[in-house]
């Protein structure tokens, strides 16, 4: 009999709507159901590519014992943190305070009035490795409700208390200057991994805002070790087992400090993310490298993840069947020597062996290897390397597929628009252009309402029913602001201030200035969640304070501006403390120091050649966040069209920069040099 998690939209939720377990969705109904029961609440939190929630789940909530006794005991509430960032943050940040780390799947258990008062993560069937069962912890958390009701009472209002204390103070609300920036790549030094790039030990994640910052600073002031910690660290990870090396794009994380065995989920946010630094590294330096992994990443979006309607999906799993009807991480990507020579045949696999790094004791589990691109000597015939990739490919289709997760979340998408819209710009691929309008016509289609309100999430083209929050208006505007750049269609940039009026209105503290996450008339939670670092992608408050910030260049508004630097305040006191936690926000303060650039290039029309030369040149100058208008000459499609006519007939690039403007120029040499100044 499935429970009330069949009518969700959410696959997570849906992976659970067969369980014994009683589950009901966040709602009201379900904490009213606890109080009358007079039990406390069970909160799991998880999403759907999640490798030990799948493990949880299989182990206790598909146990009837364990089911009858959470059904007997406790309301058991189901959240997909995807769908709901703003519960799981807020119960995030009570489960890293109480226990000092953190993680999913999240158990947190709640009195019926949603304030918590017992926390952890994954818990085991039976005690293990100091941990106790899942069974031994509900016992337990049972037993103190029924015989210290008082003092678990106490603890939850405490633990609310400290909660409510903790709200960011945005100090004097400057932005960061030169001694920050420079202090925040020193501290990036200090962890940095000369051996094996990256930042930090195992397990290693691709640190993609901090690479942003990183090309940006070198952008700016001409760091040559800025420039060199981004260069290495996108060749090692590169060459790794995190990146899909037959397929292109990025797994989530590394487990060892040298890339080699991922933990194999592949999300949108990381592929859009790195897609676009990898394009920009290409940029800013020529690497063939980053060409081809921006290019590969850009194709394994629109391929893999890319939804009927248009958007992009979440995730796709870690795990997958490895052909004995048994579900196992990476089984469709690891191959043994064996099982090489099947598909290759006696010389080519050895062949593959050498180029694929291959062992006969293997990388991963079983004798099995991830395929990296390890450094060595000699050269490899590309057409044979060509046949093999193409080869190993056409059979790796062959293999059960892991699941997706065909969510399609605001704030991801928005992040993938860019990636594509940039990605098809620098390489001439109209086809990916393409493929960011068309997520982005989705958004607008079935993510806005009549007030250009943001849905969190949609599936199979029906729009989900929570509210967004400021990382989706934040990222939407940031890929809206890209795709009107790189298409001239000033729709986009209307679309992306829309966005941004919603942020200053419903997102911002009107006194202090502060952001917070949910709207000022969003679901009330035991607090208004406001995390400003930067995790798996951009926070809500960097993503805002960069997209205002191109906003205000693009139309001249004192409002986006200030709050951007407002905003930016935080990442001031942050940044020169711990860079690799808000590495979009230095990216963001970058630009703000840089101005960033106004450029304004008009032609008779966007299609004639020199106009596109001119366009083309712009969008590929590396000063940080510059901002890009086209379009013929008396355009009304964006305001830095206005007033700025052809020079003798011939289409004209306009550079400006706080509130100064170099005279205008119809040579391409001439607009490089000074977007590289």
Not at 176 to 204: H, I, M
Not at 336 to 352: F, H, K, N, S
Not at 579 to 601: H, T
């Amino acid at each position: 009999m499935p429970n009330r998690l069949a009518h969700e939209t959410s696959p997570y939720l849906l992976q659970h709507a067969d369980n014994p377990v009683d589950w009901w969705p966040w709602s009201a109904e379900a904490f009213e159901e606890a109080r009358k029961r007079n039990v406390p609440v069970l909160l799991s939190v998880g999403y759907s590519s999640c490798h030990w929630c799948h493990v949880m789940a299989h182990e206790s909530f598909e146990d009837q014992q364990t089911a009858e006794y959470l059904n007997a005991h406790f309301v058991s509430v189901k959240v997909d943190r995807e769908e709901r960032p703003d519960v799981d943050a807020v119960y995030m940040e009570a489960v890293q305070a109480a226990t000092g780390q953190g993680g999913w799947p999240m158990t947190v258990f709640l009195t019926p009035d949603a304030e918590p008062f017992y926390f952890g993560t994954y818990f085991p069937p039976a005690p293990r490795q100091g941990m106790p069962s899942f069974r031994q912890v509900l016992q337990g958390v049972h037993q103190a409700w029924e015989e210290r009701r008082d003092e678990v009472t106490e603890v939850a209002g405490k633990i609310v208390r400290d909660l409510a204390g903790r709200e960011i103070s945005y100090g004097d609300a400057q932005t960061p200057g030169e001694q920050e920036l420079a202090q925040a790549l020193l501290a990036l030094t200090r962890e940095y991994d000369p051996q094996r790039g990256g930042f930090g030990g195992a397990p290693k994640f691709p640190p993609s805002m901090v690479l942003e910052f990183l090309l940006r600073h070198h952008a700016r002031t001409g760091a040559e070790g800025a420039l060199q910690m981004a260069q290495d660290t996108c060749e090692r990870m590169a060459r790794g087992g995190i990146y899909d090396q037959l397929g292109g794009g990025f797994a989530r994380y590394s487990v060892d400090r040298d890339w080699i065995v991922p933990h194999f989920e592949k999300m949108l946010y990381d592929n859009a993310l790195l897609c676009r630094v990898y394009a920009h590294l290409w940029r800013a330096t020529g690497s063939e490298l980053a060409r081809r992994v921006a290019r590969e990443t850009a194709d394994f979006m629109v391929r893999e993840l890319r939804t009927a309607e248009g958007g992009f999906a979440s995730a796709l799993d870690a795990d997958s069947d490895d052909g004995t009807g048994k579900h196992v991480e990476g089984a469709y990507y690891v191959w043994t020597p064996e099982q090489l020579r099947e598909v290759l045949g006696e010389q080519d696999a050895e062949l593959a062996v050498q180029y694929f790094g291959v062992t006969a004791e293997g990388t991963f589990e079983h004798g099995q290897s991830v395929l990296q691109l390890p450094q060595q000597d000699g050269l490899f015939d590309a057409g044979r390397i060509a046949s093999v990739r193409e080869r190993l490919l056409a059979a790796r289709a062959g293999r059960p597929a892991p699941g997706r997760d065909d969510k399609v979340v605001a704030a991801w998408n928005g992040l993938a628009i860019a990636a594509l819209a940039e990605t098809g710009a620098y390489f001439d691929r109209p086809d990916l252009v393409e493929a960011a309008r068309a997520a982005a016509d989705l958004l607008v289609r079935l993510h806005l309402d009549e007030q250009v309100r943001l849905t969190r999430t949609s599936k199979d083209g029906h729009a989900g029913a929570n509210a967004g929050v400021l990382e989706d208006y934040g990222d939407v505007a940031e890929g809206f602001l890209a795709l009107a750049s790189v298409t001239g269609e000033g729709v986009w940039l209307e679309f992306a201030g829309f966005l941004l009026d919603h942020v200053l209105v419903r997102f911002t503290d009107e006194e202090s200035g502060a952001m917070f996450d949910t709207a000022a008339d969003a679901e009330r939670l035991i607090r208004r969640p406001q995390d400003p670092t930067d995790n798996a992608a951009p926070s809500g408050l960097s993503a805002a304070a960069g997209a205002l910030l191109s906003y205000a260049a693009h139309t001249g508004s004192g409002p986006h501006r200030t709050a951007a630097e407002k905003a930016l305040g935080v990442v001031k006191a942050l940044g020169p403390r711990v860079p690799r936690f808000i590495g979009w926000g230095l990216a963001a303060a970058e630009a703000a120091l840089d101005g960033p650039r106004e450029v304004a290039i008009v032609g008779p029309s966007l299609d004639h050649e020199g106009t596109r030369a001119l366009h083309r040149t712009a969008l590929l100058g590396t000063a940080p966040g510059a901002v890009v208008a086209a379009g013929a000459s008396g355009s009304d499609e964006f305001p830095l069209l206005a007033d700025r006519p052809l020079v003798g007939g011939e289409p004209a690039a306009y550079v400006c920069r706080n509130f100064t403007c170099d005279a205008p120029t119809t040579e391409a040499d001439r607009l490089r040099a000074v977007l590289s100044d």
